[in-house]
């Protein structure tokens, strides 16, 4: 987990496996920089392979931006549960947080990237979902 | 109306070009091009590139886009650039490749 306050979009990567999370995020913070707020969670809660709506809800918080958040997803069940973890949050912050349709590692660094500039999180959406454009 | 209005004022501005010879090793890859549109997203200037002088131009503020050029080392980058700040993002650019993006 890592963070930083700034107005930019912040960026949550949620994975099955928290190896992946965090390598992604390594690869936002040395691409990307530190004008991003960023945070990564992965594997269940007994710490094997999966995602869990408590960690993800976590991550959130931990890279709460004004601007809103962005969320990198990988497979089925981290999409679910992030939905889920989003349905959880608070009423005012629900609209400002989405999950891209994106590969999650490239996502989340074109996401970052697209951030930093100050870049809207409409935009931010828009730029990581290209990959499947 | 706003993004009318824009453009517009960017038609307003002679365009900009100027070519780079790319020196880093890896070419415009990952790094170099998200190093490149952070730049570029500090200008109000449009700022395009090609590999060629007459294009097909790519947007500079988009990584996507720029990452799928593959532009390998030896290249020649084009730019085109349209704006109030056109000079100074011009600028910015060629320092840019000829710094090998702070590879080299």
């Known amino acids: 987990m890592s963070n930083s306050s700034t107005g930019n979009v912040g960026i949550v990567i949620v994975s099955h496996s928290s190896k992946i999370a965090e390598g992604a995020a390594d690869m936002v913070r040395q691409m990307v920089g530190n004008v991003v707020p960023l945070a990564w969670t992965g594997g269940d809660v007994d710490g094997g392979l999966g995602t869990n709506v408590a960690g993800i809800i ?3 918080e931990t890279a709460w931006s004004p601007a809103g958040v962005a969320i990198l997803v990988d497979l089925g069940g981290a999409e679910t549960n992030s939905e889920m973890a989003v349905e959880m949050m608070p009423e005012d912050r629900r609209a400002r947080i989405v999950v891209c349709n994106a ?4 996502g989340a660094v074109i996401a970052a990237t697209e951030s930093s500039g100050g870049s809207s999180l409409a935009a931010v959406k828009r730029s990581a979902e290209e990959f499947y454009a | ?16 070009t100027a070519s780079a010879l790319l020196v880093n090793p890896v070419g415009l890859h990952a790094r170099p091009s998200v190093k490149l549109t952070q730049r570029a997203k ?3 200037a449009k700022i395009e590139l090609a590999l060629a002088a007459d294009g097909p131009w790519t947007d500079a503020k988009s990584p996507v886009k720029v990452m799928r050029m593959k532009a390998p080392q030896g290249a020649t980058v084009y730019f085109r650039v349209k704006g109030p700040d056109g000079e100074a993002a011009l600028a910015a650019m060629l320092a840019l490749v000829h710094d090998g ?3 080299v």
């Open chain 1, 58 to 60: 976590e991550a959130i």
């Open chain 1, 103 to 106: 590969p999650v590692v490239e």
């Open chain 2, 1 to 16: 109306m706003h993004d009318i209005n824009a453009s517009r004022a960017a038609n307003a501005f002679a365009p900009l």
């Open chain 2, 42 to 44: 500090g200008f109000a």
């Open chain 2, 101 to 103: 993006f702070g590879e």
